[in-house]
């Protein structure tokens, strides 16, 4: 046997056409980026708030094009202005992060965690009841994380074992969580606790149960140790995700069960664990969101307020802007809260710019961020094109080379020749 080749170029096997050569470079690109890691994804959350800034860039324009430019500019900017305005979106941005991660880890098994509201509020109320009692803000972010993730153990057990479907297990908790807060509240709690309680909140959080400073709010007033823990917590869990056989497991099972259970992966264990660790991610968002001592924000249950606390359905949004990435959650929850900082800055450009204008574009981001995936697929799509057609032409290629006697040993398609 000898090995001939034959020698012809990368451009040999382009169309002539100059149209159709274009896509075909459009494919050649997307084939290299669906070759990187991870880039696909990146890239669909980008292009989503790309499209959604220049959706409220249009309705700017639109509602007084005159100021349009300035709005746009203080949307984008006004978050950095000063230390006190960027410290102000980086603590405000801390519990987002933990609850757009806690709603993406249980997403990459394929689970929707719809409870975190409930498990984010049983976090919150606990931990500040055990500040409260006098202990300090590591006691208390264990009293959060373990409430949490006892709240979520619920919704993940009868998921594992009795396929009872998590969306419905988790409303109903939500508001159990809160009606059981709102009885201990009214009735149980004040017996022992006169002096910290109200008829419709607890006192705020003691500055000792609060996360400590180390320092960082000498620079950025009212940063806590809480960025800190998030950025860690976030970047274990990318590890985790990515780089170990139990995310692998998670990831695996989540985009096909049955895959997986002939891979004797262990479904009831995943299934429970998943859930229990995004509750317990969602008590420690509960406490972050109480634990600043600038704050000083009390917690609510009177019927007059009956509302759950908003930070886990923020996690909701985090998340499918960030592409249920770890590290996607810090700049999703970056642009969220950025966003909302300027809420009362826009109206000085414009008076046609309310406060409503923020919440809009947000609803634009996220619903815009909800057609992600077609752009993943359309990028694979591309990629399996390319594929398909760098393969027809180099048989062509060769089937031309070899009617015509052409083949040498210089030729770059290699042949077996009996």
Request: with cysteine; net charge positive; charged share 10%.
């Amino acid at each position: 046997m000898a090995k001939v080749k034959v020698n012809k170029e990368e451009n040999d096997f382009l169309p002539e056409n100059p149209f159709l050569r274009f896509f075909y470079h459009i494919g050649h690109f997307f084939h290299k980026l669906n070759n990187i890691k991870g880039l696909g994804t990146f890239l669909s959350g980008f292009l989503c708030i790309v499209i959604g800034l220049l959706i409220g860039l249009i309705l700017l324009v639109a509602m007084d094009w005159k100021n349009s430019l300035e709005g746009f500019k203080i949307l984008l900017t006004y978050g950095f202005s000063n230390t006190t305005t960027f410290a102000r979106v980086l603590y405000q941005a801390t519990p987002m992060m933990i609850s757009g991660l806690a709603i993406g880890f249980a997403f990459k098994l394929g689970l929707f965690n719809i409870g975190i509201t409930g498990q984010v509020t049983a976090g919150a109320f606990v931990s500040i009841i055990i500040g409260l009692l006098g202990m300090p803000w590591y006691v208390c972010i264990l009293a959060a994380i373990l409430s949490g993730a006892i709240i979520g153990f619920i919704p993940g057990f009868l998921k594992a074992k009795f396929n009872v479907n998590e969306v419905l297990s988790g409303i109903m908790l939500n508001w159990i969580v809160y009606y059981i807060i709102g009885l201990l509240g009214a009735l149980v709690i004040p017996r022992s606790m006169k002096d910290k309680i109200t008829p419709s909140n607890l006192n705020p959080m003691p500055k000792a149960a609060c996360l400590p400073s180390i320092g960082l709010d000498n620079i950025l007033p009212g940063v806590t140790l809480g960025i800190v823990i998030s950025l860690v917590i976030i970047f274990v869990f990318q590890i985790i995700l990515n780089h170990t056989t139990f995310g692998f497991e998670l990831k695996l099972t989540g985009s096909n069960r049955h895959a997986a259970k002939y891979a004797g992966m262990n479904q009831t264990r995943n299934i429970i664990l998943a859930i229990t660790i995004s509750g317990a991610l969602a008590g420690l968002c509960g406490y972050m969101t109480y634990a600043n001592p600038l704050t000083a924000t009390r917690f609510r249950w009177d019927s007059g307020n009956n509302t759950l606390i908003g930070d886990g359905f923020t996690g909701i949004s985090v998340s499918l802007i960030a592409q249920n990435s770890p590290i996607g959650c810090i700049f999703s929850s970056l642009l969220l809260t950025l966003i909302n900082s300027s809420q009362s800055q826009m109206k000085l450009a414009s008076s046609m710019y309310n406060a409503h204008f923020t919440e809009l574009l947000k609803a634009v981001i996220i619903y815009v961020a909800s057609f992600s995936s077609l752009f993943i697929i359309l990028l694979r799509k591309a990629s399996e094109h390319y594929d398909i057609k760098q393969s027809k032409r180099r048989a062509i290629v060769y089937h031309d080379a070899l009617t015509e006697g052409l083949l040498t040993e210089e030729t770059s398609v290699e042949k077996e020749a009996m």
